[in-house]
C-alpha cells in the first residue's frame, strides 16, 4: 500500500532568490553536476540548469530533494517520454 501513496505524491518546486530550490513529488536523481541536474518527478523528466549546483539534501524515500546554486532554468519534459521502469537511463535520455 506505501508504494500507491508514493506515486501520487504532491510535486511542488519552491525557488528563493534563484539561489535555493526545495522539490517535493521527485522519484529519482538521474544524474548532477555543477551545471545541470535532471530529476524524475511525478509530473515529468525535470532538467534544472545552472551554476555551482549543489545537492544539499535528498531524501527519495519522501521525494524530497534541495538544490543551491545559481539556477537559470527549469525545463520539464512530457510525462509519456519518461519510458517504462526497465528502460535503462542512457535510452530514456537519448530518444
Do not use: P
Not at 27 to 34: G, N, P
Not at 64 to 72: A, H, L, P, S
Not at 84 to 91: M, Q, W
Amino acid at each position: 500500500m506505501e508504494d500507491l501513496n508514493v506515486s501520487k505524491r504532491a510535486h511542488k518546486l519552491v525557488l528563493n532568490n534563484r539561489r535555493t530550490c526545495n522539490l517535493t513529488g521527485v522519484s529519482d536523481v538521474l544524474s548532477f553536476d555543477e551545471n545541470e541536474i535532471i530529476l524524475e518527478t511525478d509530473q515529468g523528466m525535470l532538467m534544472i540548469k545552472g551554476n555551482e549546483l549543489h545537492v544539499n539534501r535528498l531524501t527519495l524515500d519522501k521525494g524530497e530533494v534541495d538544490v543551491d546554486g545559481r539556477i537559470d532554468s527549469f525545463t520539464y519534459s512530457e510525462q509519456s517520454s519518461l519510458g517504462s521502469k526497465g528502460e535503462s537511463l542512457l535510452s530514456r535520455l537519448f530518444k
